[in-house]
């Protein structure tokens, strides 16, 4: 989990749309058994891609003018950030590969 931020409507801005890399958010909640089944390969891929890509969770129990401002309708949604715009979603528990492609994708 050390690689893998924690961040909130108030550090978002700056988290996550004013990054000079890309930024894999990863919209979740605690009651949500998806979320915890795919918390384990992004936490992997944050250790392999570190330095490249940010990887950040956003809990949205906690916040919930972000997921709103996304229409973050089902979780886990994976949303990438490239220059403070989506460019790639990812929505549903999948496999870690698919994760990978698009962070591979988006590098």
């Not at 992997?44 to 916040?63: E, M, P, R």
């Amino acid at each position: 989990m050390a690689d893998v931020l924690n961040i909130g409507d108030a550090d978002f801005q700056k988290q996550v749309l004013d990054s000079p890399q890309p930024v894999l958010v990863d919209f979740w909640a605690t009651w949500c058994a998806p979320c915890r089944a795919i918390a384990p390969s992004v936490e992997a891929l944050s250790a392999q891609y570190k330095g490249q890509v940010t990887f950040a969770k956003l809990d949205i129990d906690l916040n919930q003018d972000t997921p709103q401002k996304y229409g973050i309708r089902s979780l886990p949604t994976l949303l990438l950030f490239k220059g403070g715009k989506v460019v790639d979603q990812i929505v549903g528990a999948v496999p870690k590969s698919r994760i990978e492609d698009v962070v591979r994708k988006n590098l």
